[in-house]
Each structure stands twice: as structure tokens, then as C-alpha cells.
């Protein structure tokens, strides 16, 4: 048989020999191999003090953005729902009336905007699929919940924090996304 | 037996005071084993372990005891009910009444109306010591099968039958491990044992191979890793215990870490010069520091080495799987007891041999 | 009456009352903790005799492992459910007579010894002490040891070749 590494040994059924009989030498050679885990470096960390730092590619909970005067970038076109292989994203869409232009960019706005968390595999065609950057997926993961009703979240749930009123929040949510961008952008 | 019941009040509340004080220091001990051996688990999988309850975590104990006492107590309808109760407590008591005879450290002195006193750190100094640790560790297997039988459980009586067969299996080559040792004392008595090491050579160094039985009949007897198959939790469902809840179940768990802190302490008295402080002539230190410091100083060594030698308990546990069944019995009847024979028989020449002076 | 005296009758109303429970208990299981508990009473009378060494051997021997392997063999072969009532009349009458005549032919046995009338010898005498018995096994009984020992040899042997089969 073709092995697919150099690292592969074939089983050895040989039957013990009087000295393996009584496992001390195997048992010695196991003993010090925990003996040096002990002295190694953990694997884990202090997890809510702690945090690891999550990949470049790691999609998490959408974010719905909004421009750098604070408005919502989302026109409710339905792309993204459209484009969600899991169905997960439903809109209501409504006009903007006079008066709200510093609320939404554009004419047209998402007066309901829900994803269940539930149905939502984080594939990220929804960001790529959104025309007008609206939708992106951050760097933050859907917490836990006792009801599944807990999983559906809401434009109040999604908005990024608003960059005039909260620029710190603002920033946080924002992440390395800028970054990132950058990043893929280079290459 | 008259002279031990005659009434002298102050050696009754020397005692008294001794008994309580050892029984409690062996429930701290066995509290914290269980917070050790989730650390030392923790520290040999690269993981950081229990650290949220107070600093470095040391009030899990507590935690962990609060929540078994808190947990529902569910006596099975079926079952036994005065022999599912005797179970436990069983199990409780022979873990308890094994250290009444262990020398935890030498001779304290005071002066008590006007009268000297000497007492030593030891219950009982009965001249069948050994035998005396025999009789209550056969003892303990009741605990298991009462338990086991009484919960009225396939899986738990199975467990128990294993567990019990374990215990006499391997309370043969124990046995036969001691014998050779009892051949260089030349008594039973615990405190004689000890005091033949101390200033001297310890045992285990003419006896590395009983030693070295009897350790791995302690790790057996102990139903520790690698020989725990009573309570294997993927074959039989936590063993004889499983029927068992909130502190009865505390019961079983905590006399498991008696027994190794008991068992620590039995192989460090028989092997390892028992309180003796290595290196040092405790005679000589008597003298400068007075004998009551040397007493602290000895149990304090005591008690180090008994914590070697349960972190060894715990480091087999997390590096050795768990034997087969059929492995357990034949390293038992197959390899340890003509071991054990062996040793015994060498051990026998060695003696016979001295005592004739080197001529045959 | 002092305080060995107080033992003494304790430990016997114990050892009879427990052995009296073994043969009245339903269950066999409770039997078998009875007469655990009849070991616990004589070995306690072997102590008060200054024996130690026999006290605890009793205990090991007998308590911690013999009556294991009863305990084993009734759990498995699952006596518990109680025992069935006798039936026959006769066999209770017949059953009564056996054992009055036992009774009988121990009580007359035992009423022209020695020991009668006298108190148990408490905490005097060395034979039940290691060294008194090693000696007196090795040198003055070693036949008769030897040749148990070999009893035993054969039982067991014995035991390997039924199982084998």
C-alpha cells in the first residue's frame, strides 16, 4: 500500500515479550512525557480576560454599517437575502420621508431588517453580495441564548454603533476591518 | 487491655485531641487532592485547571463540596435502603481507621501540673501495626460490594464484583511484598518499623523490588488508575457508585482520596523512613532545637514526602490508560506474586546468610 | 466487675446475638453481614486474651476475604429474594431434634472441663502473640503444619484442575 506520509508504521501484532509483560518500560517512557507537558506552555488562556486573536478570513456576526456621517448605508434592495443560501435574512423596506436625511443615505431604507442566527452558516455572500457595503461580517461570534427567539436579530441588534454619538463603540465594532480591506485590496 | 482502660483522664484527652486533629487534617488533605489532581490533570494536558474560585482557585474544594451537599439525595426505590446508606459510611470508616496507627512524627513534651508528659504523635502503637492496616483495608472492600449490591444495578454490582476481586487479588502480593520486609524489622509494630530507619538506611534501599510491589498493589488497592476498571466510566457507567447521589456519592469520592493519602502515608513509614528528616541526624538536631520543634519538623518531612508520593498517584493517573481486565488479573496472579515470592526467598537467604555470618 | 468485665459480656452478647441473626436472617446477604459481625465479637475476645496476632488474622482471613467470596457468590447467583419457607412439618421436627442432640452432646462435652467456673484470663498469657506462635508452629507443631499446608496445596490444585475442565 502507498502511504501518504514517511511518518507511517505498520501495526505490530507481535505477542509481548516477558519484559513487556510488565509494562515498565513503556509505563517509564509515558511517565516522562507528562512530566515535560508540565513544564510546557498552556494551550489555553484566560478566556473573558484573555481573547485570541481571530484570523484574517473569520466571519462572525453581520453588522449592518453605516457612512461616516452616521447614516445607514442599507437601501433594503434585497440582495443579500437573495443571495443567502440559507434563507436567513428577511427585509421590510420603506421610503425616507423629508426631515430623515441624516438618518438613512438614500431614498429607500430597511425598516425591518432580520437574520436568524440559527439558519445563518456565516458564509459571507451576503457582504458580497451588498452593493452599497451595508452588510459585513465582524469579529464577533452570536452569543448564547435560551430561547430561539433570542437568535433573531433585529436592525437594533445589527447597526454598528453610531460614529458621531459613540466614536469609541464606533471604533471597537469597526474592528480591523479598514485593515483588512487594505490588505485584500494589495494583494 | 486494663492498663489501657484504667482511668487516666489526660491520656484519653491526649488521644482524643490526637484522633480529631489527625482525622481532620486528613479531610483537609483529601479535599485538597481533589483540587491537586484536577491541577496536576490540568498542567500535564497544557491546560491551566481550576482558577476562578479565590486566588489560584483554592476554594474549589469548598465549592465542589457545597454543590454535592446541595445535590438532590436519590435513594433508589428498589434498592436496599438501610444497605444502600451502610455502603458509603463503609466506605468512609475503613478509609478513616487505617491512620490510627501510623506514626505521624516523634516524642512532643510538656509539662502538665507540674508533671512531665510525653506523647507521641501515633493513635495506637499496637505490636501488629501491619497486620492491623491488612485487616481494615480488607475491610474496605464491603464498602464497595455493599454499595454495588445494594443499588440494585447490573452495571453496579458488576462493578462491585471487579472492584472486590481487584482488592483480594491484590492484597496477596502485598501481603508477600511485606513479608520480606517484615524479615529485615523483624517486628509488626509501626513504630519500631520507623525507628529502625531512623539515622539509618531506609528500607527501600534492601527492598527496592517489595517496594516497588507493594506500590503498585497500593495503586490497585486504591482503585486508581491504571487498575480503576470499578469505576470505569465507559464501560460500566461509573462504576458501583453510579446509583449514588449528592453526599453519599461525596462519600465514595472522598474515601478514594483517603485511601491514597493513607496509603501514601503506610508505604512512606514502612519504606521511607516514615518522619525521619533525610540527611540529618534528628538526635543531634533534638538537642538544638529542642524536641517539640524536631516533632513539628519530623511531621512536616513526613507529610512532604507523602505529598511526592500522592503526586505520583496523580501523575500515573494521567499518563497510564486503564488495564484490561484480564491484563489486571494476570499481572497480579502471573507476575507480581511470583515476584513477590521471589523476593521473599532472596530476602530469606540474605537473612539466614548474615545471621550464619557468610559460611554455608 | 470492672472494665475487661464489661468487655467480656459485651462482646459475647454480641458474637451470640449476631450468630443467632445469621441463622434467623431472611435474606443471605444480611447472614453473611451477620456473622461478619460474629468475626468483629471473636476477634475481639482474641484480643482481650492478649492474642493480637490471631484477633487479626481471624479478621483478615475470615471478614476480609472468606466471607467476601460468600458475599460474591450469593450476590451473583442473585439470592435475594428471601428464602422459601421449610415445608414438611417433619423435616421442621426432624430439623429440631438434630440440632437439640447437638446441643446436647456440646453442653455435656463442655460441663466437665477445666476451664469451668474459671474467668477468662484477661490480657495474660503470650501464645496468641507472633513470636509464641511462629515458635511454637515451626518447631513443636511443624508436622502437623506442614502437612495442612499441603492440604491446602492440594485444595487449590484441585480447584485449578476442576476449572480447567
Given at each position: 500500500?502507498?502511504?501518504l506520509?514517511?511518518?507511517?508504521?505498520?501495526?505490530?501484532?507481535?505477542?509481548?515479550?516477558?519484559?513487556?509483560?510488565?509494562?515498565?518500560?513503556?509505563?517509564?517512557?509515558?511517565?516522562?512525557?507528562?512530566?515535560?507537558?508540565?513544564?510546557k506552555?498552556?494551550?489555553?488562556?484566560?478566556?473573558?480576560?484573555q481573547?485570541?486573536?481571530?484570523?484574517?478570513?473569520?466571519?462572525?456576526?453581520?453588522?449592518?454599517?453605516?457612512?461616516?456621517?452616521?447614516?445607514?448605508?442599507?437601501?433594503?434592495c434585497?440582495?443579500?437575502?437573495?443571495?443567502?443560501?440559507?434563507?436567513?435574512?428577511?427585509?421590510?423596506?420603506?421610503?425616507?420621508?423629508?426631515?430623515?436625511?441624516?438618518?438613512?443615505?438614500?431614498?429607500?431604507?430597511?425598516?425591518?431588517?432580520?437574520?436568524?442566527?440559527?439558519?445563518?452558516?456565516?458564509?459571507?455572500?451576503?457582504?458580497?453580495?451588498?452593493?452599497?457595503?451595508?452588510?459585513?461580517?465582524?469579529?464577533?461570534?452570536?452569543?448564547?441564548?435560551?430561547?430561539?427567539?433570542?437568535?433573531?436579530?433585529?436592525?437594533?441588534?445589527?447597526?454598528?454603533?453610531?460614529p458621531?454619538?459613540?466614536?469609541?463603540?464606533?471604533?471597537?465594532?469597526?474592528?480591523?476591518?479598514?485593515?483588512?480591506?487594505?490588505?485584500?485590496?494589495?494583494? | 487491655?486494663?492498663?489501657?482502660?484504667?482511668?487516666?483522664?489526660?491520656?484519653?484527652?491526649?488521644?482524643?485531641?490526637?484522633?480529631?486533629?489527625?482525622?481532620?487534617?486528613?479531610?483537609?488533605?483529601?479535599?485538597?487532592?481533589?483540587?491537586?489532581?484536577?491541577?496536576?490533570?490540568?498542567?500535564?494536558?497544557?491546560?491551566?485547571?481550576?482558577?476562578?474560585?479565590?486566588?489560584?482557585?483554592?476554594?474549589?474544594?469548598?465549592?465542589?463540596?457545597?454543590?454535592?451537599?446541595?445535590?438532590?439525595?436519590?435513594?433508589?426505590?428498589?434498592?436496599?435502603?438501610?444497605?444502600?446508606?451502610?455502603?458509603?459510611?463503609?466506605?468512609?470508616?475503613?478509609?478513616?481507621?487505617?491512620?490510627?496507627?501510623?506514626?505521624?512524627?516523634?516524642?512532643?513534651?510538656?509539662?502538665?501540673?507540674g508533671?512531665?508528659?510525653?506523647?507521641?504523635?501515633?493513635?495506637?502503637?499496637?505490636?501488629?501495626?501491619?497486620?492491623?492496616?491488612?485487616?481494615?483495608?480488607?475491610?474496605?472492600?464491603?464498602?464497595?460490594?455493599?454499595?454495588?449490591?445494594?443499588?440494585?444495578?447490573?452495571?453496579?454490582?458488576?462493578?462491585?464484583?471487579?472492584?472486590?476481586?481487584?482488592?483480594?487479588?491484590?492484597?496477596?502480593?502485598?501481603?508477600?511484598?511485606?513479608?520480606?520486609?517484615?524479615?529485615?524489622?523483624?517486628?509488626?509494630?509501626?513504630?519500631?518499623?520507623?525507628?529502625?530507619?531512623?539515622?539509618?538506611?531506609?528500607?527501600?534501599?534492601?527492598?527496592?523490588?517489595?517496594?516497588?510491589?507493594?506500590?503498585?498493589?497500593?495503586?490497585?488497592?486504591?482503585?486508581?488508575?491504571?487498575?480503576?476498571?470499578?469505576?470505569?466510566?465507559?464501560?460500566?457507567?461509573?462504576?458501583?457508585?453510579?446509583?449514588?447521589?449528592?453526599?453519599?456519592?461525596?462519600?465514595?469520592?472522598?474515601?478514594?482520596?483517603?485511601?491514597?493519602?493513607?496509603?501514601?502515608?503506610?508505604?512512606?513509614?514502612?519504606?521511607?523512613?516514615?518522619y525521619?528528616?533525610?540527611?540529618i541526624?534528628?538526635?543531634?538536631?533534638?538537642?538544638?532545637?529542642?524536641?517539640?520543634?524536631l516533632?513539628?519538623?519530623?511531621?512536616?518531612?513526613?507529610?512532604?514526602?507523602?505529598?511526592?508520593?500522592?503526586?505520583?498517584?496523580?501523575?500515573?493517573?494521567w499518563?497510564?490508560?486503564?488495564?484490561?481486565?484480564?491484563?489486571?488479573?494476570?499481572?497480579?496472579?502471573?507476575?507480581?506474586?511470583?515476584?513477590?515470592?521471589?523476593?521473599?526467598i532472596?530476602?530469606?537467604?540474605?537473612?539466614?546468610?548474615?545471621?550464619y555470618?557468610?559460611?554455608? | 466487675?470492672?472494665?475487661?468485665?464489661?468487655?467480656?459480656?459485651?462482646?459475647?452478647?454480641?458474637?451470640?446475638?449476631?450468630?443467632?441473626?445469621?441463622?434467623?436472617?431472611?435474606?443471605?446477604?444480611?447472614?453473611?453481614?451477620?456473622?461478619?459481625?460474629?468475626?468483629?465479637?471473636?476477634?475481639?475476645?482474641?484480643?482481650?486474651?492478649n492474642?493480637?496476632?490471631?484477633?487479626?488474622?481471624?479478621?483478615?482471613?475470615?471478614?476480609?476475604?472468606?466471607?467476601?467470596?460468600?458475599?460474591?457468590?450469593?450476590?451473583?447467583?442473585?439470592?435475594?429474594?428471601?428464602?422459601?419457607?421449610q415445608?414438611?412439618?417433619?423435616?421442621?421436627?426432624?430439623?429440631?431434634?438434630?440440632?437439640?442432640?447437638?446441643?446436647?452432646?456440646?453442653?455435656?462435652?463442655?460441663k466437665?472441663?477445666?476451664?469451668?467456673?474459671?474467668?477468662?484470663?484477661?490480657?495474660?498469657?503470650?501464645i496468641?502473640?507472633?513470636?509464641?506462635?511462629?515458635?511454637?508452629?515451626?518447631?513443636?507443631?511443624?508436622?502437623?503444619?506442614?502437612?495442612?499446608?499441603?492440604?491446602?496445596?492440594?485444595?487449590?490444585?484441585?480447584?485449578?484442575?476442576?476449572?480447567?475442565?
Amino acid at each position: 500500500m502507498q502511504h501518504l506520509t514517511n511518518r507511517a508504521k505498520p501495526v505490530d501484532r507481535k505477542p509481548m515479550t516477558a519484559l513487556e509483560k510488565l509494562y515498565l518500560w513503556n509505563i517509564a517512557k509515558g511517565m516522562w512525557i507528562t512530566l515535560k507537558h508540565i513544564f510546557k506552555r498552556k494551550a489555553t488562556i484566560n478566556f473573558p480576560e484573555q481573547r485570541r486573536e481571530f484570523s484574517p478570513v473569520f466571519r462572525g456576526l453581520q453588522v449592518l454599517n453605516r457612512d461616516a456621517e452616521g447614516r445607514e448605508n442599507c437601501t433594503a434592495c434585497g440582495l443579500c437575502a437573495v443571495a443567502c443560501p440559507a434563507e436567513a435574512i428577511t427585509m421590510e423596506a420603506a421610503e425616507r420621508q423629508p426631515g430623515e436625511e441624516h438618518l438613512y443615505r438614500e431614498e429607500k431604507y430597511a425598516a425591518k431588517y432580520e437574520i436568524n442566527m440559527l439558519r445563518c452558516i456565516f458564509c459571507g455572500l451576503c457582504e458580497e453580495a451588498c452593493p452599497k457595503d451595508a452588510v459585513y461580517l465582524s469579529e464577533t461570534f452570536a452569543p448564547s441564548n435560551y430561547q430561539r427567539k433570542g437568535f433573531i436579530y433585529g436592525k437594533e441588534d445589527l447597526l454598528i454603533p453610531h460614529p458621531k454619538l459613540e466614536p469609541e463603540a464606533y471604533q471597537q465594532a469597526l474592528g480591523t476591518r479598514a485593515k483588512r480591506q487594505e490588505k485584500a485590496s494589495s494583494n | 487491655m486494663i492498663t489501657l482502660l484504667a482511668i487516666d483522664w489526660l491520656f484519653i484527652l491526649e488521644k482524643l485531641i490526637l484522633i480529631v486533629s489527625i482525622i481532620s487534617i486528613s479531610l483537609v488533605i483529601a479535599m485538597y487532592e481533589t483540587y491537586a489532581e484536577r491541577k496536576v490533570a490540568a498542567v500535564m494536558q497544557d491546560r491551566r485547571g481550576p482558577n476562578r474560585a479565590g486566588p489560584f482557585g483554592i476554594l474549589q474544594p469548598l465549592a465542589d463540596g457545597l454543590k454535592l451537599f446541595m445535590k438532590e439525595e436519590i435513594i433508589p426505590n428498589t434498592s436496599n435502603r438501610f444497605l444502600f446508606v451502610l455502603g458509603p459510611c463503609m466506605a468512609m470508616l475503613t478509609a478513616m481507621m487505617t491512620s490510627a496507627v501510623i506514626p505521624w512524627g516523634g516524642k512532643i513534651h510538656f509539662t502538665l501540673f507540674g508533671a512531665d508528659r510525653w506523647v507521641s504523635l501515633q493513635i495506637a502503637d499496637i505490636n501488629i501495626g501491619i497486620l492491623y492496616i491488612f485487616g481494615v483495608v480488607s475491610m474496605g472492600v464491603y464498602g464497595i460490594m455493599i454499595g454495588g449490591w445494594a443499588s440494585n444495578n447490573k452495571f453496579s454490582l458488576m462493578a462491585a464484583m471487579r472492584g472486590a476481586s481487584q482488592v483480594i487479588s491484590y492484597e496477596l502480593p502485598m501481603g508477600l511484598s511485606l513479608i520480606a520486609l517484615l524479615m529485615l524489622t523483624g517486628s509488626l509494630k509501626m513504630s519500631s518499623i520507623v525507628g529502625g530507619q531512623i539515622d539509618s538506611w531506609y528500607n527501600v534501599l534492601y527492598q527496592p523490588l517489595g517496594f516497588f510491589i507493594f506500590l503498585v498493589c497500593a495503586f490497585a488497592e486504591c482503585n486508581r488508575t491504571p487498575f480503576d476498571l470499578p469505576e470505569a466510566e465507559n464501560e460500566l457507567n461509573f462504576g458501583y457508585h453510579q446509583e449514588y447521589s449528592s453526599m453519599k456519592l461525596g462519600f465514595y469520592l472522598f474515601a478514594e482520596y483517603i485511601n491514597m493519602f493513607i496509603s501514601s502515608a503506610v508505604m512512606v513509614s514502612l519504606f521511607w523512613g516514615g518522619y525521619d528528616i533525610p540527611f540529618i541526624k534528628d538526635a543531634n538536631l533534638a538537642e538544638q532545637i529542642g524536641y517539640n520543634w524536631l516533632a513539628a519538623l519530623q511531621g512536616l518531612s513526613m507529610f512532604i514526602k507523602i505529598a511526592i508520593f500522592i503526586f505520583a498517584f496523580m501523575w500515573v493517573r494521567w499518563t497510564i490508560p486503564r488495564f484490561r481486565y484480564d491484563q489486571l488479573m494476570n499481572l497480579g496472579w502471573k507476575t507480581l506474586i511470583p515476584l513477590s515470592l521471589f523476593n521473599m526467598i532472596i530476602t530469606a537467604l540474605v537473612v539466614l546468610l548474615r545471621e550464619y555470618g557468610w559460611r554455608f | 466487675m470492672n472494665v475487661s468485665d464489661i468487655l467480656f459480656y459485651f462482646l459475647s452478647a454480641l458474637a451470640i446475638g449476631s450468630a443467632i441473626l445469621v441463622v434467623i436472617s431472611r435474606s443471605p446477604i444480611y447472614s453473611v453481614l451477620w456473622l461478619i459481625v460474629t468475626f468483629f465479637a471473636i476477634s475481639g475476645h482474641y484480643i482481650m486474651m492478649n492474642a493480637q496476632f490471631l484477633g487479626i488474622v481471624n479478621l483478615i482471613v475470615y471478614a476480609g476475604a472468606i466471607m467476601v467470596l460468600f458475599l460474591f457468590v450469593i450476590m451473583l447467583i442473585n439470592l435475594n429474594t428471601d428464602a422459601k419457607p421449610q415445608k414438611g412439618k417433619w423435616l421442621r421436627l426432624a430439623g429440631t431434634v438434630a440440632g437439640g442432640c447437638l446441643l446436647l452432646v456440646l453442653v455435656a462435652a463442655l460441663k466437665n472441663t477445666e476451664v469451668k467456673g474459671m474467668g477468662v484470663q484477661v490480657g495474660t498469657g503470650d501464645i496468641g502473640l507472633i513470636n509464641q506462635l511462629g515458635k511454637a508452629l515451626f518447631t513443636e507443631y511443624v508436622v502437623p503444619f506442614e502437612i495442612s499446608s499441603i492440604l491446602f496445596l492440594s485444595a487449590m490444585v484441585g480447584a485449578v484442575v476442576i476449572g480447567k475442565k
